[in-house]
């Protein structure tokens, strides 16, 4: 259950991660912050970030092998990675509907499904 949970908590801290980077973009977009100096964005950014780090933490402690859970530190990584990526183009397919999805995304998308493939081979 711990890789479970893991996984669960990595896509979840994964939202809070993408609206951190990236949703200030969005609030400007959108004329809400267009006229906020940096530092309030990047305080506003860290307060959303905050509760990212309130997931990742615990998601990678109960997932390390050494805490009792199936990953190792490389496979860790290399779910987070793929994790963040599928989250990221979700919430911007959504969100900024103007960013299209070419082919060498999708061919990047199957190099992380490589990567994730080979990081597990023993």
Not at 7 to 30: C, D, P, Q, R
Not at 88 to 107: D, E, M, R
Not at 109 to 118: R, S
């Amino acid at each position: 259950m711990n890789g479970f949970w893991t996984v669960v908590m990595l896509i979840f801290s994964n939202v809070f991660m993408t609206f951190a980077w990236y949703g200030h973009l969005k609030l400007s977009e959108m004329k809400i912050s267009t006229g906020w100096p940096l530092i309030l964005v990047i305080l506003f950014s860290w307060g959303i970030a905050f509760f990212e780090y309130c997931l990742t933490v615990p998601a990678n402690r109960i997932g390390f092998v050494e805490n009792g859970g199936p990953f190792n530190l490389m496979q860790l990584k290399v779910i987070q990675e793929a994790v963040s990526l599928t989250v990221f183009t979700l919430i911007v397919s959504f969100l900024f509907k103007g960013q299209p999805i070419a082919w060498n995304h999708i061919a990047a998308f199957a190099c992380l499904v490589l990567a994730v493939f080979f990081v597990f081979l023993k």
